[in-house]
């Protein structure tokens, strides 16, 4: 006897179901981040001023300036390390805890975040990282950035030192990413 087509089982899948699940999962971790303090404690202006301590619980900084790649919930970074911008020290921070060990350097720094990935947790992130290490800037890296939207967000409590709109070109990268140091520059 042959098997008709309509007698087979068939597969439903609800998406506005699996929508409602994707959006919990990241308010839930949008909370977590929430809740997240660094410990470090923040850096007064007297402390900025000086010269950067040594620093032995951060990981070793190689010549040039370190870019943290912050991939949280995604592999993003660690698929585009081939195609950033050389002369970099570029390390992949994956959760909370490394980039909080990489956030302890007193040095000029760049955190490159990848806002596509979840843009609640990115704000805060952000909002963090200014308040608490100004000596560590901020990017954010995003498919739909337009200059528009990026000036906006800039003006907010959130705001990034740099934004970059995917796709990825290396030129154009490295350009963001020295327009953030001269900024640094100028202002110190």
Known sequence: ???DDDDKPTVVLDLNALKKQKLKQEEELASIVHDLEFSVPPVTEDEASE????DTSAPKKVEGIRIILFDLQSDFF????AHLPKGFDYVVATDLGELNRYL???TFQIVMFNYDA????????CAQVKKKFPM???????????????????QTASGANGYYQLPINDKKLLAEIQKIQSGVRKAG
């Open 1 to 3: 006897m042959a098997v």
């Open 51 to 54: 010269e950067p301590r040594k």
């Open 78 to 81: 660690q698929k585009a390390l």
């Open 104 to 106: 302890g350097a007193r």
């Open 118 to 125: 979840n843009p609640k947790a990115v704000n805060h992130l």
């Open 136 to 154: 560590t800037k901020t990017m954010i890296i995003a498919r739909n950035i337009s200059p528009e939207k990026a000036q906006a967000h800039a």
